[in-house]
């Protein structure tokens, strides 16, 4: 294959994944944390400026919105949020026809990687985030690490994990999620 055709291949998936990205965060699910950019259509042009803008879904998972106050957001996906923001509206007769559209803010979401990897904290979430690729984003294991005890927590589940049995199955390398939690351990020997 010419490097030309290599260059083509490679351009045409990295578009792929840009197209396809927007659609994955779509599907997920709202949490304490999370800030979106509400876009409200429907309505009169006064009113579009005074609801439209970024919000932080808070730590009871509600969204702090004009005119109707308090709307729970968390747990449910960007579909569903818009859909109870709209009822909302609605039920409490602000507006006959609003149309809202949410947009998750991906910069707002992270994996926390923690304990012996050379450059501990927070690794931005993309879609393909893998356990062994957050650890490399994390600058990979330091000199310490013991690799065979890798401590992941994903929705307050604790699951222990051996990257070493990972390198020789990469089936065996679990995706990640916004919000877990990587410790490497640091080798006691």
């Given amino acids: 294959m010419t490097l030309a055709a290599l260059m083509k291949s490679f351009f045409l998936s990295l578009l792929f994944i840009l197209a396809l990205t927007p659609a994955l965060f779509a599907q997920a699910t709202l949490r304490s944390g999370d800030t979106i950019e509400i876009r409200l259509a429907g309505v009169p042009t006064d009113e579009i400026q005074a609801v439209s803008a970024q919000y932080t879904v808070d730590d009871a998972g509600m969204l702090n919105l004009p005119y109707i106050n308090n709307v729970k957001v968390s747990g449910l996906q960007p579909n569903q949020a818009q859909a109870a923001i709209e009822q909302k509206f609605k039920a409490d007769q602000i507006y006959t026809h609003p149309t809202v559209t949410i947009i998750i803010q ?14 501990p ?8 985030l893998t356990l062994m690729s957050t650890i490399n984003a994390a600058g990979g ?10 401590r992941y927590v994903h929705e307050s589940k604790v699951q222990v994990i051996n990257a070493k049995k990972i390198r020789k199955d990469p089936a065996l390398d679990i995706k990640v999620y916004p919000g877990d939690q990587l410790e490497v351990p640091q080798s006691i020997w």
Avoid: L, M, W
Wanted: glycine residues 10%.
């Fill in 141 to 150: 294991f330091n000199d310490f690490a013991d690799q065979s005890r890798i």
């Fill in 121 to 128: 904290g927070r690794v931005p979430y993309t879609p393909d």
């Fill in 106 to 119: 991906t910069t707002s979401r992270f994996v926390n990687v923690g304990g012996s990897v050379r450059a």
